[in-house]
T-cell receptor, first 113, second 115 residues
Framework: GENVEQHPSTLSVQEGDSAVIKCTYS??????FPWYKQELGKRPQLIID?????GEKKDQRIAVTLNKTAKHFSLHITETQPEDSAVYFC????????????FGGGTRLMVKP | GAVVSQHPSWVICKSGTSVKIECRSL??????MFWYRQFPKQSLMLMAT?????????EQGVEKDKFLINHASLTLSTLTVTSAHPEDSSFYIC???????????FGQGTRLTVV
């Protein structure tokens, strides 16, 4: 089955700096890669996703890149703000949709004011 | 986005009792629902997948007789933790998927504490 590795497990940045979180996946058939933000005790919220026919996608301060050959994808957050502090999870799916997700281990992002 | 409602949001129960958690899709028909368990500071681990009207498919290591899943309608799935033990204490989250959505939406989660 699919295996998703996520690094780093914790990340501390200064407000205004950029944050990068990286994930690798094992199943070359995976074709949908969402990123979720989870605040303590709350549900994961989809923040951005990318499909295998696209190499990069951007939404304001958030961007995701995908390298299918290397089987890795990354989340980039620019101009970080304290409210970006949360746990971020990457995931992968072979169904080109948000079901049958395999999650990475999560990254705890702390943005220091 | 679509709305998935999960209840209760938290529950405390005694060892040996059973607890039922409900997951409802409020504005779409969920052909597939997923149940996850999340221990503190850990990732979401898929427990089982249920399709409406069918038996749930459990992930390896998840006891189907302990975690009973029912997906009787297109808007409701339930997870019953039977004969709960303290080690079952965790955060349980459902997600629901159904057309025309292209993503699964999560419930708000249930924090189960077994004492």
């Amino acid at each position: 089955g699919e295996n998703v590795e996520q690094h780093p497990s914790t990340l501390s940045v200064q407000e205004g700096d950029s944050a990068v979180i990286k994930c690798t996946y094992s199943d070359s058939a995976s074709n949908y890669f969402p990123w979720y933000k989870q605040e303590l005790g709350k549900r994961p919220q989809l923040i951005i996703d990318i499909r295998s026919n696209v190499g990069e996608k951007k939404d304001q301060r958030i961007a995701v890149t995908l390298n299918k050959t290397a089987k890795h994808f990354s989340l980039h957050i620019t101009e970080t703000q304290p409210e970006d502090s949360a746990v971020y999870f990457c995931a992968a799916s072979i169904n080109n949709a948000g079901n049958m997700l395999t999650f990475g281990g999560g990254t705890r992002l702390m943005v220091k004011p | 986005g679509a709305v998935v409602s999960q209840h209760p949001s938290w529950v405390i129960c005694k060892s040996g009792t059973s607890v039922k958690i409900e997951c409802r899709s409020l504005d779409f028909q969920a052909t597939t629902m997923f149940w996850y368990r999340q221990f503190p500071k850990q990732s979401l681990m898929l427990m089982a997948t249920s399709n409406e009207g069918s038996k749930a498919t459990y992930e390896q290591g998840v006891e189907k007789d302990k975690f009973l899943i029912n997906h009787a309608s297109l808007t409701l799935s339930t997870l019953t933790v039977t004969s709960a033990h303290p080690e079952d204490s965790s955060f349980y989250i459902c997600s629901a998927f159904g057309r025309p959505n292209t993503e699964a939406f999560f419930g708000q989660g249930t924090r189960l504490t077994v004492v």
